[in-house]
């Protein structure tokens, strides 16, 4: 056999070529490892990592757009004269349509050409940053949330189609966890700066800026952007392997049923855990730490930024973790749903001990590691996802999957407004709802560390080529 290669890997294979040559060699033991080790086999393009570069920066942007509000909520609630309850209102509205587009639109991008989709939606989110500080009542405030949510609401799935097109299965945990950095390394980036133009500028200034990189970034990826591989004359990444079965393009009435299973529905609700924690952290946070601990300039902005920067360092930690266990064991539990599981179990216990310790410290500690341990399952679902649906309706999946663990979003502000209004004080009202959101965290995190099981393989969707109606 040539001598081209070096190291183990060519001696394997001169001791496979040898055991071929003696008649010693076992085609069926050999082809069942090629099948476990399938995932190895795809090559990532170097131009993957420019479009997962795109993605970063516009997960950023979307994240960003997100806190904006939370970060204006003392000086918005005193120049609106809101109450707690009218500005949970205004924290919910932004998902009152994320939800449905998420559906509606993510589905869309198993079909349509990604690029386009990202650049009008892109737009569409540039109009409402720039539309936002000309609004002068709580009605247009939340008209502004609403169509900014609906806007944003397909971008999570549209991202894991894009990274379904432009990356190999065992790159998905880099992949989804970069686009995860760039959501929270960019807020933690943002907040101190955004933070700082309020207080010498005003809210509205926060807006302009974050419009003005939104319209560069824009024009790059309008510029650089391509829809898959085969746009510079590149083969498709091939997913999977003979292992996996494969679930072609087909309806939403054939496709509905398997979003009924355990596994689906406890990693939405494991994920719902993540997103009402996103909103109240959007939402709640700022204002709980000026009106309550009584933070102020640099203890703020540090209060502020440090759970951002804490869950960027999560997302892309624990996604190399996931994807280095993956690719030695090829479990899916494994390497992806004990660590998640594990993960929001975490969150829960800081949720409550934030709440119930006396020392500064201590408090932005715990507050700080919540969200990030949290968020793993944002990063890890949609790898999770692929083992369960192939690439032709991961748009599907993973939109319902946002939709439906997003709605929680809805809910939370209002929760939270609800309690902090009704409550003695408002401290005790944070107090409560801080220890429901534990609770409940804690309850879900267990249900899917120890419930979610991929099928076996007789058992995992397998659909013959159908007409998509």
């Given at each position: ?22 008649g010693?060699?076992?085609?069926k033991?050999?082809?069942?490892r ?9 090559r ?12 970063v ?5 979307n994240?960003v757009?997100?806190i904006?509000i ?8 005193k ?21 449905f587009s998420s ?27 720039f ?17 900014l ?36 390394g960019?807020s933690?980036?943002?907040s101190?700066?955004?933070i ?72 939405v ?25 009584r ?7 540090l ?8 869950a960027?360092?999560?997302q ?46 201590m ?9 990030g ?5 944002l ?26 663990a ?31 959101s ?18 076996k ?9 159908e007409?998509?109606?």
């Amino acid at each position: 056999m040539p001598q081209i290669l070096k190291g183990s890997f060519s001696s394997r294979l001169e001791k496979i070529w040898a055991q071929i040559r003696q008649g010693e060699f076992d085609l069926k033991h050999f082809a069942e490892r090629v099948g476990k080790a399938g995932i190895y086999m795809s090559r990532t393009p170097k131009y993957s990592w420019i479009i997962l570069l795109f993605l970063v920066l516009s997960g950023m942007i979307n994240q960003v757009d997100k806190i904006i509000i939370g970060l204006a909520s003392v000086p918005l609630m005193k120049e609106f004269d809101l109450s707690p309850s009218q500005w949970g209102v205004v924290g919910s509205s932004f998902f009152w349509f994320f939800t449905f587009s998420s559906i509606i639109l993510g589905g869309m991008a198993d079909s349509k050409n990604t690029k386009k989709m990202l650049t009008w939606m892109s737009l569409a989110w540039l109009v409402i940053q720039f539309t936002t500080p000309f609004v002068s009542s709580l009605s247009g405030l939340v008209l502004t949330r609403m169509i900014l949510g609906a806007g944003e609401g397909p971008a999570p799935a549209l991202s894991t189609a894009i990274i379904g097109k432009w990356f190999p299965k065992h790159r998905h945990g880099i992949g989804f966890g970069a686009v995860l950095l760039g959501t929270t390394g960019g807020s933690a980036i943002a907040s101190p700066i955004l933070i700082s133009l309020i207080e010498d500028y005003g809210w509205r200034s926060a807006f302009v800026a974050m419009g003005i990189i939104g319209l560069i970034i824009l024009v790059l990826w309008m510029i650089f952007g391509k829809d898959s591989p085969q746009e510079i004359g590149l083969p498709p990444i091939q997913q999977e392997s003979q292992q996996f079965s494969v679930l072609s393009k087909i309806s939403w009435r054939q496709f509905l049923p398997y979003l009924l299973s355990k596994n689906f529905i406890l990693t939405v609700m494991c994920g719902g855990c993540a997103y009402w924690l996103l909103s109240v952290q959007a939402v709640w946070f700022p204002a709980y730490f000026t009106k309550i601990e009584r933070f102020d300039g640099t203890l703020l902005k540090l209060a502020v930024s440090l759970p951002f920067i804490f869950a960027a360092l999560c997302q892309i930690g624990f996604a190399l973790v996931s994807d280095r266990l993956y690719r030695k064991t090829g479990d899916i539990r494994k390497a992806r749903i004990n660590l998640a599981g594990l993960m929001m179990v975490l969150s829960a216990l800081c949720i409550f001990l934030a709440n119930v310790v006396s020392s500064t410290s201590m408090v932005i500690l715990f507050f700080t590691l919540a969200p990030g341990f949290a968020y793993v399952i944002l990063s890890l679902a949609p790898a999770i996802l692929m083992e369960f649906f192939s690439t032709h309706n991961i748009g599907k999946a993973q939109g319902t999957f946002i939709a439906l663990a997003s709605s929680t979003s809805i809910i939370a502000p209002l929760v939270f407004g609800y309690l902090i209004q009704n409550a003695a004080t408002e401290a005790v009202g944070y107090g409560y709802a801080f220890k429901v959101s534990s609770l409940g965290m804690l309850i879900i995190g267990l249900l899917f560390w120890g419930f979610v099981r991929p099928a076996k393989q007789n058992h995992r969707i397998n659909i013959a080529e159908e007409h998509v109606l």
